[in-house]
T-cell receptor
Framework: EIVMTQSPATLSVSPGERATLSCRAS??????LAWYQQKPGQAPRLLIY???TRATGIPARFSGSGSGTEFTLTISSLQSEDFAVYYC??????????FGGGTKVEIK | QVQLVQSGAEVKKPGASVKVSCKAS????????INWVRQATGQGLEWMGW??????????AQKFQGRVTMTRNTSISTAYMELSSLRSEDTAVYYC???????FGWGQGTLVTVSS
């Protein structure tokens, strides 16, 4: 099983600041990496797939980068609606998907 | 519009089984895979398995092998996830998600509570 490790577990950021979230895979997943956002009481929402392609309707302040085992999600200027939990997910080992443990982005 | 609507919350006793449904609308049900993912309260996302609604082929996470069964009824565009031998650790919200990795949207979730 491919293990996905996210860091940090919690990120405290002020509105308008930049947030950088990391995700590491235990083995190469090529670019088969997605990022999801989840708010309390809601289902996850796809932000990024293919490591760097924004999903439909996702604002340009969200960007993804990386390949192989190291990935980054950057939120360039945090808005109030961006405070949430973010998960990375590998689908290189399809159909066996795995998620990272999540990073909570909270208001500083 | 495209929707995945899941069945309502369930309360089950340890050792029992639960069957959660996921009704698709707004698209051709057999054209997209369905994945099942669960989330215990305050915890992360855990993939359980995958089903191809066209062929009925399935693949399960090793953790759930032998306890989970994913099926479908194409005539009513509905996918099902049945989990047996329930224990308290199975208390979670269960989601269905459309696409190879859930990229085309998720259901609203179904809370399954396992309690004696």
């Amino acid at each position: 099983e491919i293990v996905m490790t996210q860091s940090p577990a919690t990120l405290s950021v002020s509105p308008g600041e930049r947030a950088t979230l990391s995700c590491r895979a235990s083995q190469s997943v090529s670019s088969n990496l997605a990022w999801y956002q989840q708010k309390p009481g809601q289902a996850p929402r796809l932000l990024i797939y293919g490591a760097s392609t924004r999903a439909t309707g996702i604002p340009a302040r969200f960007s993804g980068s990386g390949s192989g085992t190291e990935f980054t999600l950057t939120i360039s200027s945090l808005q109030s609606e961006d405070f949430a939990v973010y998960y990375c997910q590998q689908y290189n080992n399809w159909p066996h998907l795995t998620f990272g443990g999540g990073t909570k982005v909270e208001i500083k | 519009q495209v929707q995945l609507v899941q069945s309502g919350a369930e309360v089950k006793k340890p050792g029992a089984s639960v069957k959660v449904s996921c009704k698709a609308s707004g698209y051709t049900f057999t054209s997209y895979d369905i994945n099942w993912v669960r989330q215990a309260t305050g915890q992360g996302l855990e993939w359980m398995g995958w089903m191809n609604p066209n062929s009925g082929n399935t693949g399960y996470a090793q953790k759930f092998q032998g306890r989970v069964t994913m099926t479908r009824n194409t005539s009513i565009s509905t996918a099902y996830m049945e989990l047996s031998s329930l224990r308290s650790e199975d208390t979670a919200v269960y989601y269905c998600a459309r696409g190879r990795f859930g990229e085309f949207g998720w259901g609203q979730g179904t809370l399954v509570t396992v309690s004696s």
